[in-house]
T-cell receptor, first 114, second 117 residues
Framework: QKEVEQDPGPLSVPEGAIVSLNCTYSNSAFQYFMWYRQYSRKGPELLMYTYSSGNKEDGRFTAQVDKSSKYISLFIRDSQPSDSATYLCAMSGSQDTNAGKSTFGDGTTLTVKP | GAVVSQHPSWVICKSGTSVKIECRSLDFQATTMFWYRQFPKQSLMLMATSNEGSKATYEQGVEKDKFLINHASLTLSTLTVTSAHPEDSSFYIC?????????????FGPGTRLLVL
């Protein structure tokens, strides 16, 4: 079983829809939770970063972490065609000897249709 | 802030040649850099982790003699694919971590697309 499981998708939604992207994990030592967006043929870019449980909002994006359920989500409101990309969840914890070493999900490809 | 560059952005080479890819953190000092490989429609596969001034730590199954990593300074790491073969064709991405308040996050470069003929 993988340490991080991500809903595989692909996901196709109409413009303006609310999108929910989700990951589950098994390692209770994870404390840092990230969401990256990767456009085709580009490197991933950091979207949201959350420490421990709770919600974090940034514009149209909201990240939620539920450590009790080992479940994280990224919500995109009023989705736009420019949001079409692959979204990767990532997480890491203090058990990692190298700062920043993360475990990634396999990614969910999102298409927002005009 | 937190900009990471890679050079070259793409490279085509003949089988048997060596290719060097540079990864630079432009506006912060990267205590740790990571090298990934990504095949089409697949997720990132961590190849190795490098800390400035020390030997890289390779993931299981990655040949350290084939993928040479040098992290000579806090802003530069290089990956050399030695004696490249067509199966080495892939998208290579580096990332860097500063080890500060956001020490658990990585900032990625734009990637280098390698095609070995």
């Amino acid at each position: 079983q993988k340490e991080v499981e991500q809903d595989p998708g692909p996901l196709s939604v109409p413009e303006g829809a609310i999108v929910s992207l989700n990951c589950t994990y098994s390692n209770s030592a994870f404390q840092y939770f990230m969401w990256y967006r990767q456009y085709s043929r580009k490197g991933p870019e950091l979207l949201m970063y959350t420490y421990s449980s709770g919600n974090k909002e940034d514009g149209r994006f909201t990240a939620q972490v539920d450590k009790s359920s080992k479940y994280i989500s990224l919500f995109i409101r009023d989705s736009q065609p420019s949001d079409s990309a692959t979204y990767l969840c990532a997480m890491s914890g203090s058990q990692d000897t190298n700062a920043g070493k993360s475990t990634f999900g396999d990614g969910t490809t999102l298409t927002v249709k005009p | 802030g937190a900009v990471v560059s890679q050079h070259p952005s793409w490279v085509i080479c003949k089988s048997g040649t060596s290719v060097k890819i540079e990864c630079r953190s432009l506006d912060f000092q990267a205590t740790t850099m990571f090298w990934y490989r990504q095949f089409p429609k697949q997720s990132l596969m961590l190849m190795a982790t490098s800390n400035e001034g020390s030997k890289a730590t390779y993931e299981q199954g990655v040949e350290k003699d084939k993928f040479l990593i040098n992290h000579a300074s806090l802003t530069l790491s290089t990956l050399t694919v030695t004696s490249a073969h067509p199966e080495d064709s892939s998208f290579y991405i580096c990332s860097a971590s500063s080890g500060t308040a956001l020490q658990e996050t990585q900032y990625f470069g734009p990637g280098t697309r390698l095609l070995v003929l």
